[in-house]
């Protein structure tokens, strides 16, 4: 066995998009009472081993936005008291509570010039809703690129949690038990790697014996097996029957995190759970890395190519369309400035719709994603026809149909 000291960042990752509650609500409300149940659990298990239990969970802007709704919240208060629940969340000690796009962006699939308002709002509300500003970033679906750095750096935060196989160190020791440091534009932010392999597990059934043995004899196989070791698992933690299992003996909560807890407070974990804030502030890392553009793989892909959410050639059309949008908002603020209020109006729409379910879900969701669109576009025409802006109204119009070119 190893005999460095083997640390645990588990991680949680919760988003729905807007509307999406109600919609479940209406039409299939046991799922929409599995996903509420899903988002008390982590803190519930969290109070019951506050002494051993250490957890990170991120929250999108949106979901956070619907969490505080007064219409979300009269309408479940029969299954949860979201306000008590997010009460808790602000005063549950170790629970590190994670930062992430507002809206659930792919952040390399949009206009760099949205990254900042994108990392701002979540960040924001985040801060609003529990009291404490997250240090740590999640990347919606994981997807990140180094170009992201000085945003995330400017928004304050401290490190990124990135899917490992996408991280290069410099030293060209392949170690996904450290963490690293990557820079741009002489900005640099801490990284964190994400193991694939246990992070899938996490998601889809893993016990506590088979994690500390999975984990003892990978640490020993790793690159420097005598230095401290940091093992990072995260998923979402509201998708899948093992997460939304209500007979909680079965499922994650109650098959695996239970009875690691019993292990860790008995003194026989092989790991022990950690804060990434903590364990970053007394582990400084310095060994750089280059962060290969990527996301967390779906499916047979590897998370490269982005195929979840560009595969497909409507998939690109609505992305362009989207993309186009943004860039003649631009254009319409540079001249306009910010007094105008559907101008003001189309800027939140345009971030909307570029929640990343509007493109993993296709054609499924694409009815909301033209709604949304569609009101921006009326927006930004009514403000460049008060301003007598003919130029502006026909980049406007091309930004409308940029889908149809868009490439195959």
Do not use: K
Not at 50 to 59: E, K, P, S
Not at 85 to 95: D, F, K, Q, T, V
Not at 126 to 139: E, K, L, S, V
């Amino acid at each position: 066995m190893t005999s460095a000291t083997i640390a645990h960042a588990l991680g949680l990752h919760m988003h729905q998009p807007r509307g999406n509650l109600h919609a479940l609500l209406d039409a299939q409300p046991w799922d929409a009472e599995q996903i509420l149940r899903c988002l008390e659990r982590p803190l519930r298990y969290a109070e019951y081993y506050r002494d051993v239990a250490r957890l990170h969970v991120g929250f999108s802007g949106v979901l956070l936005e619907q969490l505080r709704d007064p219409t979300l919240i009269d309408r479940v208060r029969g299954i949860i008291d979201l306000p008590a629940m997010l009460g808790r969340y602000r005063e549950a000690p170790n629970i590190e509570i994670v930062g992430t796009g507002h809206f659930h962006p792919i952040f390399p699939l949009i206009p760099s010039a949205d990254w900042e308002d994108q990392i701002r709002m979540g960040r924001e509300i985040t801060t609003d809703t529990f009291g404490r500003a997250p240090r740590g970033f999640w990347p919606p679906e994981m997807a990140f690129a180094m170009d992201m750095i000085p945003a995330l750096i400017r928004a304050g935060y401290d490190y990124c949690v990135v899917d490992g196989v996408h991280v290069h160190p410099a030293d060209g020791v392949q170690d996904i038990f450290r963490p690293y440091f990557a820079c741009r534009d002489e900005r640099c932010i801490g990284i964190v790697p994400r193991h694939r392999g246990l992070s899938n597990a996490q998601q889809s059934g893993l016990d506590a014996d088979w994690f500390s043995l999975e984990v003892q004899t990978q640490c020993r196989a790793s690159a420097r097996p005598d230095s401290p070791r940091l093992v990072t698992t995260w998923c979402d933690g509201s998708t899948g029957g093992w997460f939304r299992q209500t007979h909680e003996p079965s499922g994650f909560f109650g098959r695996y995190l239970a009875p690691y807890m019993e292990q860790v407070r008995a003194h026989r974990a092989v790991s022990e759970p950690v804060m990434l804030s903590d364990y970053l502030d007394h582990h400084v890392s310095a060994v750089q890395a280059q962060i290969q553009t990527g996301a967390w793989n779906v499916g047979s892909n590897s998370g490269t190519d982005f195929r979840q959410w560009a595969g497909s050639v409507s998939q690109r059309g609505a992305a362009a369309r989207v993309s186009a949008l943004s860039q003649a908002w631009w254009t319409l603020h540079q001249t306009l400035g910010n007094a105008d209020t559907a101008l003001t109006e189309a800027r939140h729409l345009i971030l909307e719709a570029q929640t990343s379910c509007f493109l993993a879900w296709d054609d499924a969701w694409r009815p909301r994603l033209n709604a949304l669109t569609e009101q921006a576009t009326a927006g930004m025409r009514r403000a460049a026809e008060a301003a007598r802006r003919t130029d502006l109204l026909d980049q406007l119009a091309q930004a409308t149909t940029a889908d149809r070119s868009a490439g195959t």
